[in-house]
Nanobody, 125 residues
């Protein structure tokens, strides 16, 4: 059984930083594409960042480019999302997701098979 557990969310002031972690069990993450999505109240879940199975390619939503970085620690089977220069509009529940075996980086929600339970990020102005 595949489980993804996020942590690292919290309350931060605008301009601050947070690092989200996603620990996986039941699946070796570095054989799969991984992604981070977020969902704000009343909005659809949207792509934030993704990394392909080898770690050689990453992709970001335009709204976070230059501020967020996705990475993976294969020894810890963990995916991270480093978030800098946070803005109030980054406030959302953040979800990590695991995609396809040897999959490319993708923004498409339906190409991710497993999801974590989410972690709340709140950015105050």
């Amino acid at each position: 059984q595949v489980q993804l557990v996020e942590s690292g969310g919290g309350l931060v002031q605008a301009g601050g930083s947070l690092r989200l972690s996603c620990v996986a069990s039941g699946r070796t993450l570095n054989r799969y594409s991984n992604g981070w999505f977020r969902q704000a109240p009343g909005k659809e879940r949207e792509f934030v960042a993704g990394i392909n199975w080898s770690g050689g390619r990453t992709d970001y939503a335009d709204s976070v480019k230059g501020r967020f970085t996705i990475s993976r620690d294969n020894d810890k089977n963990t995916v991270y999302l480093q978030m800098n220069s946070l803005k109030p509009e980054d406030t959302a529940v953040y979800y990590c997701a695991c995609g396809r075996l040897f999959g490319p980086v993708t923004q498409k929600r339906n190409e991710y098979d497993y999801w974590g339970q989410g972690t709340q990020v709140t950015v105050s102005s």
